[in-house]
């Protein structure tokens, strides 16, 4: 009886604290006035950012309302596959008519998709994701900035930058190289599955659409400070170690970005998520996320969360798929996975 009352006191520990470091994150993604700030001091990054709004906000989505709004009633009015009663009478012979109208309506509009809005997602896609590496980049460089600032500064003496530099330090250029190769291989295999599993759970009976905004969550909340720790130089093996050491909390850091695009379609969805994406990412660059998890495990003393391991699946195919590289491309990329 005893064993169980403590299972349920530490269950109910547990749960507070995954409820508290959610909480955290969702309040770190909420603060977008540092998005304002990094804009202000530089110019490079307002512009950039402001192309990305131009180019996914008003061309993308604003083509879409065009679609939705002027072209289709246009068409079902020139084109229409109903009449009224007196016309159906003139047109009963000619029921063919209407269908003929209906298909042509069908054909226009996936016509206006391939040649329209296929190649704009494609090439809003592609140079969006140039922009959003220039965008993390100008918002990073902004966060060294000496001036002072409301912005909680990225403090480079943090406990993941400092381990990785020691472990670089000691790295020769040519094996460097190797491994940092190595590990942008496996870290874009770890997101490949990953996305693929976020895909999948989503066909589970019940508690699919919960399941994948958990992941989503989490993966919108990992691309955000993949930027950032690419930039400070942290092993891809520290990283995948924080990040689901502090799981509770980058489901709360991603849940924001996913609840602008969960609730409409993939299109709508796709065009949103362009333009909310590189706000969640200067807003993961200008955190203090480390400093922030810190403070609070502090308090708690030596009662942790725990280890959730999120990537466990996508790490498996990975490694699994790693495995028929050449030997020592494999031991070397290898080493580099604390998982």
Known sequence: MEVSKRSIVAMRTKLKQASLLWVLGFGQACCLHRVVILCVRSRKLLIRTGQCFLLNGFIFLGSLFVLKSVVIPSLEWILPDQCSEN???ELSLFGGILKFYSSLRAGLIQLFYIFWFYPLYVFSFVLSSIWYN???KLGFDAMRDPEPSS????????TLTLENKGQTERLSGLLRLVIVIGEQVYSILLLIFFFLE?????????VGKALNFLLLSWMYAYY???YKWNFSEVSLGNRLIFFES???FFAGFGSPCVLGIFFVSPLVSNGI??????????????????????????KWGSSELGRLPVFFTANSLSLWVLSFMP??????TQDKKVL
Do not use: H, Y
């Not at 976020?198 to 019940?206: E, K, Q, R």
């Not at 362009?274 to 495990?297: D, H, R």
């Not at 030997?327 to 070397?332: F, G, K, L």
């Open 198 to 206: 976020v895909s999948a759970v989503g066909f589970i009976p019940f």
């Open 273 to 298: 998520m362009a333009i909310l994406f590189p706000l969640f990412v200067l807003a993961a660059t200008g955190s203090s996320a480390e400093q922030v998890i810190s403070n609070q495990k502090r």
């Open 134 to 136: 220039d965008i993390a």
């Open 246 to 248: 502090n799981w509770a």
């Open 327 to 332: 030997e020592e491309s494999q031991e070397r």
């Open 87 to 89: 016309s159906c009478q």
């Open 151 to 158: 912005v909680e500064p990225s403090k480079q003496s943090d």
């Open 224 to 226: 955000c400070f993949e």
